[in-house]
């Protein structure tokens, strides 16, 4: 048996942290040195969002069959095998015998970003959107590392499909593997996921530490990037944010 079930967690949106400081990054703002001509609408979209929008999360790990140069081979539900195709995902896990599934997702959001006729409110609610959602994540990963180390288990650096090296194509597995349909996940034929505001993950699971390995390191957008990975903040930033 895998070691985390698969689970799906409702989350509140009072639970979610840090999401001032993903907000800032996303919008690309000073929260102390906001304007006052924003500083009112910045508020009014929190409170929004806070009202409206439900997070919800799904993770689950499962096992690895074999590592191959360019893929991994999964065990997936009734004995069938699942892939992931990358040399990359295949060097970060070379060492591990599980891998960690999760997404997580925004619902209510786009109703509520729709039903606004104003630019600038909709600029701050896609922030808003995007931090919560990045945080969603995080909180949907933690769930499956605070009972890792609980097990005396290490893990390495969560991917998210679309990233350096990581082709977007593996979403199929993603949510083949979790079913993300029953928290409101769905995706489309271009591998688009429906809420945008979603992120999903993999991350492996191994006996012993592991090499950090942060995908923004590799990526060509980094300079460019709200969302990029800041050590000295004290904390990942990675794509769809800090999942
Ligand atoms: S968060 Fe930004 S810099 Fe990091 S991997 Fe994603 S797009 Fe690249």
Known sequence: MAIIQRK???????????????FARHAQVNMDKLPKAYAGLVEKTREACMKAVKPAGVV?????????????LLEGDGGRTEE???????????????????AATLNGFRELLEASGDLMEQ??????????????????????RELLNKEGLCFTSAWEPGQHGFDIH??????????????????????????????????????KEQREMIPCDYCE??????????????????????A
Do not use: H
């Open 84 to 102: 992931v195709r990358s040399t990359f995902i295949t060097e970060l896990m070379r060492d591990c015998f599980e891998a960690v599934w999760f």
């Open 221 to 242: 957008l980094r300079a460019a990037c709200p969302s990029a990975y800041d050590s000295g903040a004290g904390g990942g930033f990675r794509c769809g944010g800090d």
């Open 8 to 22: 799906i967690i409702e989350i509140s949106m009072e639970e979610l942290t840090d999401v001032d400081r993903a």
């Open 123 to 144: 600029f701050f609610l896609e922030a808003w959107g995007s931090a919560f959602a990045s945080r969603a994540a995080a909180f949907t990963s933690d769930y499956a």
């Open 170 to 207: 593996n979403q199929q597995t993603a949510f083949e593997l979790l079913r993300p349909e029953e928290i409101g996940l769905t995706l489309t034929e271009s591998m688009l996921m429906i809420p945008a505001k979603s992120v999903t993950g993999l991350f492996g699971i191994a006996e």
């Open 60 to 72: 689950r790990s499962v096992k690895i069959r074999e590592i191959r140069e360019e893929s991994i």
